[in-house]
């Protein structure tokens, strides 16, 4: 009796390691801003160098640098100042900044969507269910927006403002808890956009848009202008480099 073959040895199925992420430009100038921070000792609330000198210094174009510094400003390492230049917030890691910016980029558009389902629906109910107080409310975040435009500002504070008093318009305890709660993830938002070129003053005519429908008590044409509006300032450079 013939012995049976023994059964061919197992060849194990090829191993390929995964694809790495493509690291864009702007995130490796926010990794290499953080990496300068961290070598020159900064702490929070010492001045970066203006933005012209800190793009020569990086060798990279302003218009890169300045999506970086938007990136940073985002996840809270700097922050803005109008009129003092952009400061150091806190000290990330440099090894976490990418993993910071990414996580920020691939949540953005889950955001846009919550933001306009909810402000949606309330710019239709403070059309409904406005106030005279709730009007003169508006108008103040508007006042104060323009302003600070006019100074050479992003009016990211009178933006805020004004989509708050929407919101308190809606007459909504429901409807404004949810916001609340999306609160710091929509300042994200509002600071990508508003940093864009000419965006500040795109959102405020949006905002004079639904002001207006919001006053002539008309609920369609305020979630329209609403819904026209989160359009227009969620098309941000994170998403176009994405």
């Given at each position: 009796?013939?012995?049976?073959?023994?059964?061919?040895?197992?060849?194990?199925?090829?191993?390929f390691p995964a694809p790495l992420s493509r690291v864009r430009l702007y995130?490796?100038?926010?990794?290499?801003?953080?990496?300068?921070?961290?070598?020159h000792d900064l702490r929070p609330g010492d001045k970066l160098p203006p933005e012209r000198e800190l793009a020569a210094r990086l060798g990279v174009s302003r218009a890169t640098l300045s999506q970086a510094l938007v990136a940073l400003e985002v996840i809270g390492a700097v922050a803005v100042r109008h009129g003092d230049g952009t400061v150091v917030a806190k000290s990330?890691?440099?090894?976490?900044?990418?993993?910071?910016?990414?996580a920020h980029a691939n949540r953005l558009p889950e955001i846009i969507d919550t933001r306009d389902a909810l402000e949606t629906k309330i710019a239709a109910l403070a059309a409904q269910r406005r106030t005279e107080a709730d009007l003169q409310r508006i108008e103040d975040a508007l006042a104060g927006m323009e302003a600070d435009i006019e100074r050479g500002g992003r009016?990211?504070?009178?933006?805020?403002n004004f989509h708050a008093a929407v919101t308190a318009a809606a007459h909504s305890l429901l409807l404004s808890q949810l916001m609340g709660e999306i609160a710091d993830l929509i300042r994200e938002t509002r600071i990508e956009s508003l940093s864009q070129p000419e965006r500040p003053r795109a959102s405020l005519a949006g905002h004079?848009?639904?002001?207006?429908?919001?006053?002539?008590?008309?609920p369609p044409a305020a979630a329209s202008a609403m819904h026209a509006h989160v359009e227009m300032v969620s098309d941000v450079a994170v998403l176009r480099t994405t």
């Amino acid at each position: 009796m013939t012995e049976s073959s023994p059964p061919p040895p197992r060849v194990p199925a090829p191993s390929f390691p995964a694809p790495l992420s493509r690291v864009r430009l702007y995130e490796q100038v926010a990794e290499q801003i953080s990496t300068w921070i961290a070598e020159h000792d900064l702490r929070p609330g010492d001045k970066l160098p203006p933005e012209r000198e800190l793009a020569a210094r990086l060798g990279v174009s302003r218009a890169t640098l300045s999506q970086a510094l938007v990136a940073l400003e985002v996840i809270g390492a700097v922050a803005v100042r109008h009129g003092d230049g952009t400061v150091v917030a806190k000290s990330l890691g440099a090894t976490r900044i990418v993993e910071a910016v990414r996580a920020h980029a691939n949540r953005l558009p889950e955001i846009i969507d919550t933001r306009d389902a909810l402000e949606t629906k309330i710019a239709a109910l403070a059309a409904q269910r406005r106030t005279e107080a709730d009007l003169q409310r508006i108008e103040d975040a508007l006042a104060g927006m323009e302003a600070d435009i006019e100074r050479g500002g992003r009016g990211v504070e009178g933006d805020e403002n004004f989509h708050a008093a929407v919101t308190a318009a809606a007459h909504s305890l429901l409807l404004s808890q949810l916001m609340g709660e999306i609160a710091d993830l929509i300042r994200e938002t509002r600071i990508e956009s508003l940093s864009q070129p000419e965006r500040p003053r795109a959102s405020l005519a949006g905002h004079r848009a639904i002001a207006e429908a919001i006053r002539a008590g008309d609920p369609p044409a305020a979630a329209s202008a609403m819904h026209a509006h989160v359009e227009m300032v969620s098309d941000v450079a994170v998403l176009r480099t994405t």
